[in-house]
């Protein structure tokens, strides 16, 4: 049998390259698109992470999403792992990771990769434009399979968009995900779902599980990474992101619209004019037909956006609009809150956890190089990212000028939109104002109440103590003072980072345009359960080598209170250098 | 669900079946399919019944196919149609022997699938599964799509006994996971959205113990549903013909009188014996639960009326009992038939 001629073979040689295109042979388009599927998944593979407690226990899938190592993966993989994890990737190699922030509500979390700082790190797509049928892949570690943490890669198809699923026993719920028959399993928790080009479309975290038991029935869910890019920030802020509601319930009625069915009348969309019985008509831009697309909806966004709201009223017979934007109120009081959460398993695709907890040394107390990517801090996950997060928000206050000499009464004074003269005098003990006919004088201090604020502005001279205070002492200006995540400003502007300050009772938000770190404005609560001053700031101008913000528009309540445009600044000339130097 | 059209595009166009020119705000095969889909909602809710299901529009006035079960029992039951239309539906018809009911619901103009217009797809095909699993889907969501491949086109009946099922025609079995709660009633369709089989219950292989992902090809379920939709069924508690197993004994032919076949299974307890029987001769009793014939294990009066309706004279049965807490072997042979 093999003694074959030698001739015979040459002939097989020679014949087999010309008769390229038998009966079975591949189209060369699809021969391309397979060579094309299997380099998006090489490319994507190196990019997704086996995530393991620090003594590797427990075992979930995560995937990088930048250079320097940030990986999203689920919360309920994290939980319970403690602040340190192992990470292996596709290259077999493990890494020490840290835990930044979680967000117990939509299941994710964001951890960090030490010790590179050119990890690969796959692109984020946009699940919107998904679409039933669409073909995806899920990669990941289910079953713990891949010793050499090389992921396993299961392909599918999109079989629903826009997905609730309730939560089962948690606070765990996912909104508006994806569906996919990209068969996930146990291990899979955490891992990326991917489109065909090899970008993040997903975090897949939940299966539907009937009578087969833990394993994969042909329904899987991923939160959208839509959903995550809200709360992108927010994770990167090293604390525990809540997510939001609206302060009013609603149902379907027989007609099948949504209509408001309770609503709290201390909440911000009762006050922008919401009330029972409302039908909801669109929110976020969204247009809305049933309970579970308004859920669909508040689920993706964090507390504190503000977003649009269109709603119908029927008044004597007649039907009027209104279009609202409304601030999001948390959804969960702090306290609800934690790295433990939910005592009860969310019922998603995790692997039971090493419950030899106690036996898990802390490997930061062994590795000093990795006890400085942990901070301990009460209200925070790792604070160490919170400072990190604020002083980024905060790198366009120095081009501002140095302010933290200045001490004594600045004056400002200009005209409003309307023509009118102003005059504001800071000082430490209280804050003054002139506003054309009208005095207006707000002491402050610890234990001081709003006694004399213009009416209709919600707080101005009290919220710019909190500017004065700011420039001039910075993070040591208030009791608590720290990064939040980013928003669109106001519900439609460019992207700002968000700076939470508090001192004494008063509350104010600070925001920074996250690409040039310029200061955007500010809201002040002088209570909880007010609406805040918002000013909002455009351009700048030069005072004596400090730069104040020409235009600061105030506004309340949706009204806009004042405009005012700066025309002078007078600093205390005791100890300003700048004035000393002039006069040289 | 664009991805997968162009690609549907590009893969025909290379076999030069269908023209470039194709409009892209045009419904894909995907979302055409949806509207033409309703979700069901009746009764169950308790004891591990799900209360929903899935089912597909076969005419433009009204008439709705689905898979016939518990979900169905109220006189009216709740159908969403795609749009997110809630309607009342009542069922005219069904053929329990092929699964299928037919609904009734007051509408018209609704996008449906022509029965008559159905296609057929062979092993190795690629297909698209439509259904509510889960109940994932509301009002006007559409309901899940899964992907698939033709695993066979099979008879249920080649695995005779083994499934609690009286259906005994041609399957499709898929490798999608269709065995779901609310699957039961949505459909196959080809890659192109072309209706192809209804998905069937959540039916188990009570010898493996494995589920099954299997359709019933419209073929099987067209007269029947146009029958049905005109009035003219009429309702057959017999096997149908061509379909019909031999039935060439009954126990009563070997001595055995089984106790009466009440339930859909009944156990196979023996009720009493034919004095002078071979049964009665190999000390057979009454109250000996039947448990295996020739090796395979009857659940039911039914199964077992099926197991010997096949024998052939002089086929020798081994017969399994439960007596109390022991069990018996016995042996009887077919005897000989009358011929008539």
């Keep these: 049998m093999l003694n074959i001629p030698t001739s015979l073979i040459a002939a097989m040689l020679i014949i087999a390259p010309i008769s390229a295109a038998p009966a079975h042979a591949v189209e060369p388009t699809v021969a391309q698109a397979e060579q094309h599927r299997v380099e998006v998944m090489a490319r994507a593979a190196s990019t997704v992470v086996a995530v393991f407690g620090a003594e590797g226990a427990g075992g979930g899938s995560g995937v990088l999403i930048t250079p320097d190592g940030y990986a999203l993966t689920n919360f309920h993989v994290v939980q319970g792992a403690g602040n340190f994890m192992k990470c292996g990737l596709a290259d077999g190699v493990l890494y020490d990771a840290v835990i930044v922030s979680i967000d117990p509500t939509g299941d994710v979390a964001l951890i960090k990769l030490l010790g590179r700082d050119d990890f690969p790190a796959a692109p984020l797509g946009n699940s919107d434009l998904l679409h039933q049928g669409d073909p995806v892949f899920a990669m990941g570690n289910p079953f713990l399979l891949a010793t050499d943490f090389h992921p396993t890669a299961t392909f599918g198809i999109v079989s629903g968009i826009h997905r609730y699923q309730y939560p089962s026993g948690t606070i765990l719920e996912y909104t508006d995900c994806i569906q996919t028959d990209a068969s996930i399993n146990p291990g899979n928790s955490g891992g990326p779902l991917f489109n065909t080009a090899g970008e993040v479309v997903g975090i ?41 509601t609206l302060g009013a319930i609603v149902s379907t009625n027989q007609d099948g619209a949504v209509m408001v069915d309770n609503i709290l009348d ?57 279009e609202i934007i409304v ?258 | 669900m664009k991805h997968l059209f162009r690609c549907s595009i590009v893969i025909l166009v290379v076999c030069g079946i269908m023209p470039l020119a194709s409009a892209q705000d045009e419904l894909s095969p995907i979302e055409e399919v949806q509207t033409r889909l309703v979700k069901i909602f009746g009764a169950g809710g308790v004891g591990g019944l799900h209360s929903y299901s899935t089912g597909f529009i076969i005419s433009p006035d009204g008439y709705v196919a689905t898979v016939w079960s518990h979900v169905l029992d109220p006189d009216v039951v709740t159908v969403v149609l795609g749009n997110g239309r809630k309607l009342d539906g009542r069922v005219v018809g069904a053929e329990p022997q092929l699964h299928l009911a037919i609904l009734k619901v007051d509408a018209e103009d609704l996008p449906y699938f022509d029965l008559d217009d159905a296609a057929t797809a062979g092993t190795g095909q690629r297909v698209l599964a439509f259904g509510n699993m889960y109940k994932v889907a509301t009002g006007d969501e559409p309901v899940s799509v899964m992907q698939g491949v033709i695993a066979a086109k099979t008879k ?42 209804m998905i069937g219950k959540e039916l188990r292989n009570a010898e493996t113990n494995t589920w099954i992902n299997y359709a019933i090809p419209v073929d099987e379920l067209a007269d029947i549903a146009h029958q049905i939709k005109t009035g003219t069924f009429r309702r057959n508690d017999t096997p149908r013909d061509r379909k019909a197993p031999p039935q060439n004994y009954r126990a009563i032919d070997f001595g055995i009188v089984l106790i009466p076949d009440v339930l859909n299974r009944t156990p196979a307890y023996i009720d009493g014996l034919l004095p002078g029987s071979d049964a009665a001769k190999q000390d057979l009793r009454p109250d000996d639960l039947l448990l295996f014939i020739n090796g395979e294990l009857i659940q039911s009066c039914k199964e077992l009326q099926s197991e010997l309706g096949r024998q052939e004279e002089g086929d020798v049965v081994q017969l399994v009992v439960r007596r109390g807490d022991s069990l018996v072997s016995v042996e009887l042979e077919a005897p000989e038939k009358d011929e008539p």
């Design chain 1, 204 to 244: 897949n975290g939940r299966i539907s599980l009937d009578k087969r038991g833990r394993v994969n029935v042909g329904a899987g869910y991923a939160i959208s990474i839509n959903q995550i890019k809200h709360f992108m920030d927010h994770l990167r802020s090293g604390r525990i992101v809540d997510h939001a």
């Design chain 1, 266 to 322: 201390d909440s911000p969309v009762f006050r922008r004019g919401l009330r029972l019985d409302d039908e909801i008509v669109s929110f976020a831009g969204r247009p809305i037909r049933s309970v579970n697309q308004f859920k669909n909806i508040l689920g993706i966004y964090p507390k504190g956006w503000k977003l649009p709201l269109a709603f119908r009223r029927e008044v004597d017979g007649n039907i009027e609009t209104h």
């Design chain 1, 327 to 584: 601030r999001l109120e948390a959804l969960h009081r702090s306290s609800e809150l934690t790295l433990g959460g939910p005592a009860k398993k969310p019922r998603g695709p995790q692997l039971p956890k090493n419950k030899r907890k106690d036996q898990q040394p802390d490997p930061a107390k062994t590795s000093p190089e990795l006890a400085k990517y942990y901070q301990k801090k009460p209200g925070f996950l790792n604070y160490y990212f919170n400072e990190l997060e604020r002083d980024r928000a905060l790198r366009g206050l120095p081009e501002l000028g140095d302010f933290s000499g200045v001490k004594g009464r600045w004056i400002v004074t200009g005209k409003t939109e309307t023509g009118e003269d102003f005059r504001i005098v800071f000082a430490s003990t209280g804050m003054g104002m002139l506003l054309g006919e009208n005095a207006y004088l707000q002491p402050l201090g610890e234990d001081v109440v709003t006694i004399d604020e213009p009416p209709g502005s919600g707080g101005l001279l009290a919220g710019l103590n909190h500017l004065r205070r700011l420039l001039t002492l910075g993070p040591s200006g208030f009791s608590e003072f720290f990064y939040v995540g980013s928003t669109p400003l106001d519900g439609v502007g460019e992207r700002v980072d968000i700076v939470e300050a508090e001192l004494n009772a008063e509350r104010s938000l600070w925001y920074f345009h996250k690409s040039t770190g310029e200061l955007a404005g500010f809201d002040f609560w002088i209570h909880d359960d007010a609406d805040p001053c918002e000013v909002r700031f455009s351009g700048t101008r030069e005072f004596r080598g400090r730069m104040l913000p020409a235009q600061w528009t105030v506004k309340h309540a949706d009204k806009i209170f004042v405009t005012l445009n700066i025309d002078n600044c007078e600093f205390p000339t005791s100890d300003d250098e700048t004035v000393k130097e002039a006069g040289r």
């Design chain 2, 156 to 197: 249920l009946r080649a695995r005779r006994g083994a499934f609690e099922v009286p259906f005994d025609g041609p399957v499709y079995v898929v490798d999608a996971i269709t065995n779901n709660p609310g699957m039961g009633g949505g459909v196959l369709t080809t890659r192109d959205g072309r209706l192809l089989a």
